[in-house]
């Protein structure tokens, strides 16, 4: 089959590496030598004992007994395709990203996930699904981690293992498995107010999206584009489905759990394997970077806030094809590792505080979820660039680096200049951010203190079905709630958001309704929110 391609540090890559995993005609062990049989120990005697000295059968199970790795601490249950990106050029003007010039292609990897179940749960319950990319540019991995909700449930990072054990199951039932039906769960999100935008999203029909194929993503917080000359441009990420966003109803996702927990899974993989290739546009609403990082009242580093888009409009500036399911689900989907970090030139970060904390989050998680730290040299990983890193040596290093020198400069690898700051070009520079002037504290901003507005033109945005839809879900999770104060605790948040809503739910829970503790804000819907209106296509 000809030589091996190999990358630059001299390893077999990609179908390569997989051929040479499995090849040959017979059967072997892992050092392959061929073996006559792999289906009886070697016994003294057909009725004897079971030998010691049967390597086969020791390597055999040994190896099996290691098959399975930690699952991730959330979005444990997914499922991904490959594709490619094509860009329009319509950004090239506020960044300097070369996968973002005109009709350029590169090769992507998406994971479609629920947050909560486990790895083996079902697909279609009420949840926040996870939408991210890798974008294999010629400048480095680009990794876009998003969800299909465009706010998450709280403002800082440091609340981020809190909320979790609060979703996850309880500790001492273990029940229940994905779904947000718990006490745990809605005592957290009634008495950290922040959590009711997302919350309520949660129990909007965007929990229960009819496929993956038809959600949106978005990348949740405000990064910062750089373009050629240096000019810096807030924005935030959106995915828009071709197909257009749908949802199931109730009482079909319940019907569908049973009968098939695989179907978003299915979904996904019968599409692409029928040519029906799903597809999304990429798109930004820009902002001008100005100290103050807010846009028309609205903080941009706060992650439970959107900027409506009839405020500022979603330019599209390229498209996604989904075009080829994996070959191995272990490999790919299982072993693919997306962090916020994976940046290329022309795409920065901003001071939002839930960001900061998972800039740490996923490189530390990943060194346990996936063996050490040399996971980017799993196939799934790998850029599509050179890598010329000085890393070395730790668990699990498959590549035979050359040299004796990984240090720069040095003067006995060849040389290899490297004079700090001189070689700018192509390369990652931070953008020069003025940092304020500042006391440290422990402390939000006065500018994330309101919880409700948002919430409460999320609400105003909806159809009458949508909201009776949203009724039916507050009123069916808190229902299973055993603490009657979290219940009145919940009617109370809903207040703040609106009585019809808040009235809905009291009279499903057969509870009264509380008075709003805060003056409902003054906000205009907006119509983008709702899904109405969006068909399946025709053709
Ligand atoms: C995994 C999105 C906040 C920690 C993921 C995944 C997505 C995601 C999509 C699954 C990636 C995959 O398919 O492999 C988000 C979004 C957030 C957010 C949109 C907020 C805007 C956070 C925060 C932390 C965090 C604040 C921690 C401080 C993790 C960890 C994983 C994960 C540890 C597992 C990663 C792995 O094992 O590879 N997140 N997340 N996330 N997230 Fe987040």
Redesign the pocket.
């Known amino acids: 089959s000809g030589p091996a391609t190999v990358s630059p540090t001299g390893q077999p890559t990609g179908a390569d590496q997989a051929r040479m995993a499995q090849s040959g005609s017979y059967l072997t062990n892992a050092q392959g030598t061929r073996l006559y049989d792999t289906d009886h120990s070697l016994k003294a005697g057909p009725r004897g004992p079971v030998l010691l000295q049967d390597h086969h059968l020791r390597e055999k199970v040994m190896h099996f007994d290691h098959e399975r790795i930690p699952e ?4 444990a249950r ?1 499922a991904g395709a490959h594709g490619v990106f094509r860009s329009y050029g319509t950004a090239a003007n506020v960044t300097k990203a070369a996968f973002l010039a005109e009709d350029v292609e590169t090769p992507v990897f998406v ?1 479609f ?1 629920t947050v909560l179940g486990s790895r083996g749960s079902s697909d279609t319950v009420r949840d926040t699904r ?3 990319t890798k974008f294999y540019t010629s400048e480095g991995v680009f990794d876009l ?3 299909n909700i465009p706010v ?1 449930f709280i403002q800082d ?1 440091i609340k ?1 293992p809190d909320v979790i054990h609060a979703g996850k199951p309880h500790p001492d039932r273990e029940i229940p498995q994905a779904q947000s039906a718990h006490d745990t769960f809605w005592d957290f999100v009634t008495l950290h107010t922040e959590a009711t935008h997302h919350t309520l999203w949660n129990m909007s029909d965007r929990g229960i999206p009819r496929s993956y194929r038809t959600m949106e993503g978005f990348g ?2 405000t990064f910062r584009l750089v373009n050629a000359e240096g000019g810096t441009t807030l924005v935030k990420f959106h995915w828009k489905p071709k197909l257009g966003v749908h949802s199931l109803v109730w009482e079909e996702a319940q019907i569908i759990n049973g009968v098939d927990p695989d179907f978003h899974r299915r979904d996904l993989y019968d599409a692409i394997e029928a040519g029906a290739y799903p597809q999304w546009e990429f798109g930004i609403q820009t902002f001008p970077d100005t100290p103050d990082q807010t846009f028309e009242g609205i903080d941009l580093l706060d ?1 439970t806030n959107i900027v409506p888009e009839e405020l500022a409009p979603v330019q599209p500036i390229g498209l996604l094809t989904l075009d080829r399911n994996p070959s191995n689900f272990f490999a790919e989907t299982e072993q ?3 962090h916020v970090g994976h940046l290329v030139p022309g795409i920065d970060i901003t001071d939002d505080p ?1 960001l900061a ?2 800039l740490f ?2 490189l530390d ?2 060194i346990t ?1 996936l063996g050490g730290p040399n996971f980017p040299q799993i196939p799934i990983n790998r850029p599509h660039s050179p890598v010329n890193d000085m890393l070395r040596d730790g668990f699990h290093q498959t590549a035979v680096h050359r040299g004796v020198a990984p240090y720069r400069p040095n003067s006995l690898d060849g040389g290899c200049p490297f004079t700090p700051g001189a070689d700018l070009e192509g390369a990652y520079v931070e953008t020069p951010v003025r940092v304020p002037e500042a006391t440290k504290v422990r402390d939000a901003p006065e500018s994330f203190q309101d919880h409700f507005s948002q919430p409460r033109r999320f609400w105003l945005s909806m159809s009458p079905p949508e909201r009776e839809h949203i009724i039916g879900a507050y009123t069916f999770e808190l229902a299973k709630c055993y603490e009657q104060a979290i219940r009145e605790r919940a009617l109370k948040v809903l207040a703040n958001i609106d009585p019809e809503l808040c009235e809905g739910v009291a009279a499903g829970l057969g509870l009264p309704a509380p008075a709003p503790t805060v003056p409902l804000a003054d906000v205009e819907p907006s119509p983008a929110l709702s899904q109405v209106g969006q068909t399946w296509p025709t053709d």
């Open positions: 991730r601490v959330v979005h997914g994971r996930s996870g939408f991210a981690v998003g969800n998450f990072a981020f949740v917080h992650p693919v590792a997306f839930l904390g998972r989050s996923y998680t990943q979820r």
